[in-house]
């Protein structure tokens, strides 16, 4: 079997080319009972999973796929190993070099006139913020392993893992976002949000931005309604969800960003967890309900692997990645995408080249 | 005490419970089951208070709420946050207006105009709102609390009827001191 490479603890990768794979195709719902059963079956094996942004939505029926594939996966490991990350581009030293030119499925004038759509349902009280995303193609003869390799150290998220989901279909993510990691009963969602040119003061030019403090600062009371939401009996103080940290500084190298921490005491599980936090509030709007239907409204393509989530589940600990940054190859086609949170403050040609920014290191025309 | 919780299908609705829940037992309802018709009926009779969420759009796409709340005792208590007292504004016969710029995840400040509420002065409160409520001299409703930046209306109480609401998000992190508010919020509902 192909093997797959998903982040662990310590900046460490599980490896494994043993695994028993576990689908689930069904878009209009029925998430839970498949990860439930999932489970039930394999109580104490480590598993690695991917889930579609649209698993756990109904609105986006419309929308074109840009390549097969299920709404979830799950990798039950029969075994594996953990390794380095230099062990990780060790194995794939002979993957070869591979050259491409991506091209934005999206034209900037339509990119432009949806952010102003978003705009002025914000002004008529539909919605507060909206994440708008679209989707870069490249021809791509390489392997995965080769875009893996090329851009590991450039793009240098701490949520890297190489997944193979079929034959013709490997997800290569380099995602510097924490969607949700439970240990022991604390769950801790980290959500981004607000970005700079890595050559731009942090403080001056995000920190004092009251248009980046909104933006973040939404998302935390969203995550924190969210996590709220998991556990039924709120006057247990342990059960209210903490902001542990706020517009906290994420350095990447080619773009800079503030986060937030959210935590919650739980001892619910993963399948009942994500039924309340999924799709993730950073990537989705708010409130989140209005912001899907406005996104279903306006994007042409569905978004399947990115904004989704990829990690690790093993009993009742867990950590997964919000899969942004992140590569998808399909036969001889690559795929990226990139998006931006839009509030009332938005400029629309700022958030265009905030979308190109986070196309920064892939080698991209517009 | 119990509280009904009415859900405007917001995102903070969970937070409003947790914000709630030291001094309330709280139960959260759609509000598509007030709508004519529904199968999930509420025995609202049983609640000390009930709650409207803050939510998306305006008052005008929730006639089913209104006319709920239009149809309950005078004495019976209703607190109303952002969508929710925009909807109670409009039954008090005040007007909701778009506002601009919308404010959503902004901070200001309280200014207290109502002695007895001179506790809350100062206060920083969280603001999510593309509308604004008009309160006229005829309307039913006084203010007695304004944002500091931009004199809105931000704490109402209503002259013959148990209601109370806030323009601003008491469960928001961005909030102050949320537990005074909900010490208040107790004590007006045990009166």
């Known amino acids: ?366 | 005490m119990k509280a009904l919780l009415i859900d405007h299908d917001d995102s903070f609705t969970y937070n409003l419970r947790n914000w709630l829940s030291p001094a309330f037992s709280v139960e959260v309802r759609s509000h598509r089951d007030l709508e004519v018709g529904s199968q999930n009926r509420i025995n609202f009779e049983s609640f000390n208070l009930i709650v409207l969420s803050p939510g998306p759009k305006s008052p005008n796409d929730y006639p089913h709420v209104k006319n709920f709340i239009q149809n309950l005792t005078p004495s019976k208590k209703v607190f109303g946050v952002c969508l929710g007292m925009q909807i109670l504004n409009e039954l008090a016969g005040g007007s909701v207006l778009p506002y601009t710029p919308p404010l959503h995840g902004k901070k200001s400040r309280l200014s207290v105009l109502h002695p007895q509420y001179s506790k809350f002065n100062g206060l920083q409160i969280a603001r999510y709102h593309s509308l604004q409520c008009k309160v006229s001299e005829t309307s039913e409703f006084e203010v007695v609390a304004v944002s500091d930046n931009d004199n809105l209306p931000m704490l109402v109480q209503h002259s013959f009827r148990n209601w109370l609401a806030v323009q601003f998000h008491p469960e928001s992190f961005l909030t102050e001191k949320p537990e005074l508010f909900l010490e208040h919020l107790k004590s007006w509902c045990r009166q």
């Open chain 1, 1 to 366: 079997m192909k093997k797959l490479f998903c982040f662990y603890k310590n900046s460490e990768f599980l490896a494994s080319d043993d695994y028993t794979v576990c689908t689930h195709s069904d878009e209009s719902g029925g998430l839970h009972s498949f990860l439930a059963q999932v489970q039930k079956r394999y109580p104490s094996q480590m598993k690695v999973l991917q889930i579609n942004f649209e698993a756990q939505t109904k609105n986006f029926s419309g929308q074109i796929p840009l390549y097969p594939c299920n709404a979830a996966t799950v990798f039950v490991l029969n075994t594996f190993e953990i390794v380095s990350e230099a062990a990780v581009l060790n194995e794939m030293a002979s993957a070869g070099h591979s050259e491409f030119q991506f091209q934005s499925l999206e034209l900037k004038s339509s990119f432009i006139e949806k952010v102003n759509i978003i705009k002025k349902e914000i002004a008529a009280g539909r919605l507060y913020q909206a994440n708008i995303t679209a989707p870069l193609k490249a021809v791509c003869t390489g392997t995965a392993e080769s875009v893996f390799k090329q851009f590991s150290s450039s793009l240098s998220g701490q949520y890297k893992a190489l997944l193979p989901l079929s034959d013709t279909t490997t997800v290569v993510s380099f995602s510097p976002e924490l969607f949700l990691q439970k240990e022991n009963s604390v769950l801790i969602t980290r959500p981004i949000k607000g970005s700079l040119r890595s050559d731009r003061n942090f403080e001056q030019d995000l920190i004092s931005d009251s248009k980046e403090d909104a933006e973040l600062s939404m998302i935390v009371d969203l995550l924190r309604n969210d996590l709220n939401r998991i556990e039924n009996a709120p006057e247990n103080a342990l059960s209210k969800a903490k902001v542990t940290k706020h517009r906290a500084a994420l350095q990447l190298g080619y773009i800079q960003h503030t986060y937030s921490e959210i935590e919650v005491e739980t001892d619910k599980s993963l399948p009942e967890i994500l039924d309340c936090v999924l799709p993730g509030g950073s990537i989705s709007g708010c409130p989140k309900l209005e912001s899907l239907i406005l996104i279903s409204e306006l994007e042409t393509y569905k978004r399947q692997v990115y904004t989704g989530t990829i990690g690790w589940w093993m009993g009742s600990e867990f950590c997964l990645n919000l899969a942004i940054r992140t590569f998808i190859k399909h036969d001889n086609s690559l795929y990226y995408h990139a998006g931006c949170g839009i509030v009332y403050d938005s400029d629309a040609e700022k958030e265009w080249s905030e979308f190109i920014l986070k196309t920064g290191r892939i080698n991209a025309s517009f």
